[in-house]
C-alpha cells in the first residue's frame, strides 16, 4: 500500500511538474509575442521621427532660402533706389536737353534691377515651397512603408 501511495504521489508530483512547464513554456511564448510587438511598435515610431525629422530639417532649410531670398530682394530694391537717386542728380547736372532721356534711363535701370531682383524672389519662394511639399510627401511616404513594415512583422 505505501508503494502504490508513493507511486500515485510521484505520478501527481510528476503530473503537476508538466503542467508547470507547459504553463511556463505558454508564458514565455506569450512574452515572446508581447516583446515582438513592442519592438516593432518601437521600430515604427523611430522611423515616424526620422522622417517627421528629415522633413523639419528640409522644411527649415526651404524656409531659409525664402527668407535669404527675400532679405536679398529688400537689398537689391534699396541699392537700385539709391542707385536710381545718385543717376538722377548726375542727370539734373545735364542740360535740359538731355535731362529727360537721362532720367528715363535711370528709371528704365531701377525698375530693371527691381524687376530681377523680385523674379529671382519669387523663383526662390517657389522653389521653397515645392521643397516642402516634396518634404511632406516623402515623409508620408516613410511613415506608410513603417507601417507597412510593421503590420509584416505582426
Known sequence: MSKLLSVLIASVFATSMSLNVAAADATKAEVKAEVKTEKAAATEMKK???????????????TEKTTDAKADFKHAEMNAKADYKAASAECKKKPSAEQKTCLKDAKAARDKTIGDAKATRDKAVADAKTAKKAAEVEADAAKEKAKTEEKATK
Open 48 to 62: 515616424d521621427a526620422k522622417a517627421e525629422s528629415m522633413e523639419t530639417k528640409k522644411t527649415a532649410a526651404a
